[in-house]
């Protein structure tokens, strides 16, 4: 599918924009799953300012998304009508403050800002080193992992609303719950402020090499995955409920549960999205018969079938 080409027209209206516009751009190479169809507009601003002043030159009626790793995203083999917005190299920046503080941009990876932290001998970040994705990311579902979670260390979070407003949420104002904040679809996080503790470097060193080895050792993370793809039911395993409903291993064309870890679907090289979601939703089927707890998408699935 080809959708009109809307850059020449955003350009002109947007002089002084200084981030890039790309018309039809495929999204495979954004998802860790490796398939979708095409964005209509994918725009990668310089910056924040570029990003305010983009929205606020931007038609509200013009569907927008943002990516960031794209580690627990699918996009439909119809591809994006509007704009995917990625967070690149402007969003990336990550700094250690006083007071056992580190400040990461949206598009930072969450391994990347563990490790910061750990160097600089600052302790109850290290569970970032299992959350597959960005900071944007765990802001707006308050990714967690071993034991951890967003909502634990965040002090603020700074974004972009949809008419270009910046804006400042505390951890109080964010209304974490489990793999949700309440913060407006529409805010854009752009940076994040984290607070630990004081701790011995090498020891969180250690801490975060153990999540390594445990999630090698039990997850698939070398394949075309997006993370986990349902939520845990209230004091219920997604993973359990699926094993005991026969799913483990169930495949739909070159889509599967994974054998390792069955609350896990991998693209072996040619599912179509289609192929992925098709298969989850028959995984949601069986564990309904099962079981009867309806199961949760904890991946996030847009765009045109």
Same mark, same amino acid.
């Given at each position: 599918?080809? *959708?009109?080409?809307?850059?020449?027209?955003?350009?002109?209206?947007?002089?002084?924009?200084?981030?890039?516009?790309?018309?039809?751009?495929?999204?495979?190479?954004?998802?860790?799953?490796?398939?979708?169809?095409?964005?209509?507009?994918?725009?990668?601003?310089?910056?924040?300012?570029?990003?305010?002043?983009?929205?606020?030159?931007?038609?509200?009626?013009?569907?927008?998304?943002?990516?960031?790793?794209?580690?627990?995203?699918?996009?439909?083999?119809?591809?994006?009508?509007?704009?995917?917005?990625?967070?690149?190299?402007?969003?990336?920046?990550?700094?250690?403050?006083?007071?056992?503080?580190?400040?990461?941009?949206?598009?930072?990876?969450?391994?990347?800002?563990?490790?910061?932290?750990?160097?600089?001998?600052?302790?109850?970040?290290? *569970?970032?080193?299992?959350?597959?994705?960005?900071? @944007?990311?765990?802001?707006?579902?308050? @990714?967690?992992?071993?034991?951890?979670?967003?909502?634990?260390?965040?002090?603020?979070?700074?974004?972009?609303?949809?008419?270009?407003?910046?804006?400042?949420?505390?951890?109080?104002?964010?209304?974490?719950?489990?793999?949700?904040?309440?913060?407006?679809?529409?805010?854009? *996080?752009?940076?994040?402020?984290?607070?630990?503790?004081?701790?011995?470097?090498?020891?969180?060193?250690?801490?975060?090499?153990?999540?390594?080895?445990?999630?090698?050792?039990?997850?698939?993370?070398?394949?075309?995955?997006?993370?986990?793809?349902?939520?845990?039911?209230?004091?219920?395993?997604?993973?359990?409920?699926?094993?005991?409903?026969?799913?483990? @291993?169930?495949?739909?064309?070159?889509?599967?549960?994974?054998?390792?870890?069955?609350?896990?679907?991998?693209?072996?090289?040619?599912?179509?999205?289609?192929?992925?979601?098709?298969?989850?939703?028959?995984?949601?089927?069986?564990?309904?018969?099962?079981?009867?707890?309806?199961?949760?998408?904890?991946?996030?699935?847009?765009?045109?079938?």
């Amino acid at each position: 599918m080809m *959708f009109p080409d809307l850059t020449g027209e955003l350009r002109a209206e947007m002089p002084d924009l200084r981030g890039k516009l790309e018309a039809n751009a495929p999204t495979a190479p954004l998802s860790w799953f490796r398939t979708g169809g095409p964005a209509q507009v994918l725009f990668t601003p310089a910056d924040e300012g570029d990003l305010a002043y983009f929205l606020v030159h931007l038609d509200r009626q013009v569907p927008v998304i943002v990516v960031g790793l794209g580690s627990n995203l699918l996009i439909r083999d119809g591809g994006w009508k509007g704009v995917v917005i990625r967070l690149g190299k402007g969003f990336a920046d990550i700094a250690v403050e006083a007071n056992n503080r580190v400040r990461a941009g949206a598009g930072a990876p969450d391994v990347k800002v563990a490790r910061v932290a750990a160097e600089a001998g600052i302790a109850g970040l290290s *569970f970032l080193r299992g959350i597959p994705g960005t900071i @944007g990311g765990a802001l707006r579902m308050n @990714g967690g992992a071993y034991g951890g979670e967003t909502k634990d260390v965040l002090v603020e979070a700074r974004g972009v609303t949809r008419a270009g407003e910046k804006v400042v949420y505390t951890n109080a104002q964010m209304g974490f719950t489990y793999r949700h904040s309440s913060v407006p679809d529409d805010v854009i *996080f752009t940076e994040a402020l984290f607070e630990g503790r004081p701790g011995d470097p090498s020891e969180i060193l250690a801490e975060m090499n153990s999540i390594t080895e445990a999630r090698s050792s039990t997850q698939p993370v070398n394949t075309r995955t997006g993370g986990s793809t349902f939520k845990n039911p209230p004091d219920r395993k997604a993973w359990e409920l699926i094993d005991a409903a026969g799913c483990r @291993g169930m495949r739909v064309g070159e889509a599967q549960v994974s054998e390792m870890h069955c609350n896990f679907l991998i693209n072996h090289g040619s599912a179509s999205a289609a192929d992925i979601e098709g298969l989850g939703e028959k995984v949601r089927q069986r564990v309904r018969e099962a079981s009867g707890v309806e199961l949760e998408w904890e991946i996030k699935r847009v765009g045109l079938s």
